[in-house]
T-cell receptor, first 111, second 115 residues
Framework: GEDVEQSLFLSVREGDSSVINCTYTDSSSTYLYWYKQEPGAGLQLLTYIFSNMDMKQDQRLTVLLNKKDKHLSLRIADTQTGDSAIYFC???????????FGPGTRLSVLP | GAVVSQHPSRVICKSGTSVKIECRSLDFQATTMFWYRQFPKQSLMLMATSNEGSKATYEQGVEKDKFLINHASLTLSTLTVTSAHPEDSSFYICSAREQSISEQFFGPGTRLTVL
């Protein structure tokens, strides 16, 4: 079946850039997402990218997609303490169905 | 973006009782709603998909008689955990999707603790 993998932990210093990586196996994935989950809270959609795009930028967030390698990354520029959270990578099909989530990457921002 | 609410945000109950969790789409009509379960420090696991007016489709391994889902209107879906036991303690998150739009909007989650 489909599988989404992420590294589980990432620590960065405040002000540095964070890069969270994700790999997926389903080549038919149409949408790829990044969600943020703060402690005890639900999911907040940060951004998503269509599979026919290579890059998407939104303020401090940059998403890069390498469809050939099935690799997705999320770069957070000028990382702040408020960015400390768990970041989930997810994929879905063309109809927004069959969501598959990665295990989440816990980002810790050190002062 | 669209708003999805869940109620209650936290619930503590005794073993053997049933608990109902509501999921509402506040500013759009959700033809499809999804229910997820999240164990501590783990990812989300899809439990079931419900389309308004029809029976929910449950994922493999999810007991439909244990987790009753009702999606009676375009803005409300309910998940009832029947005869809850401590192993049902978890974080339950719903999401909702408008027809023809792929993005899912997630609720804030409900933390269920069964004593």
């Amino acid at each position: 079946g489909e599988d989404v993998e992420q590294s589980l932990f990432l620590s960065v210093r405040e002000g540095d850039s964070s890069v969270i990586n994700c790999t997926y196996t389903d080549s038919s994935s149409t949408y790829l997402y990044w969600y943020k989950q703060e402690p005890g809270a639900g999911l907040q959609l940060l951004t998503y990218i269509f599979s026919n795009m290579d890059m998407k930028q939104d303020q401090r967030l940059t998403v890069l997609l390498n469809k050939k390698d099935k690799h997705l990354s999320l770069r957070i520029a000028d990382t702040q303490t408020g960015d400390s959270a768990i970041y989930f990578c997810a994929e879905s099909d063309n109809y927004g169905q069959n969501f598959v989530f990665g295990p989440g990457t816990r980002l810790s921002v050190l002062p | 973006g669209a708003v999805v609410s869940q109620h209650p945000s936290r619930v503590i109950c005794k073993s053997g009782t049933s608990v109902k969790i509501e999921c509402r789409s506040l500013d759009f009509q959700a033809t499809t709603m999804f229910w997820y379960r999240q164990f501590p420090k783990q990812s989300l696991m899809l439990m079931a998909t419900s389309n308004e007016g029809s029976k929910a489709t449950y994922e493999q391994g999810v007991e439909k008689d244990k987790f009753l889902i009702n999606h009676a209107s375009l803005t409300l879906s309910t998940l009832t955990v029947t005869s809850a036991h401590p192993e049902d303690s978890s974080f339950y998150i719903c999401s909702a999707r408008e027809q023809s739009i792929s993005e899912q909007f997630f609720g804030p989650g409900t933390r269920l603790t069964v004593l």
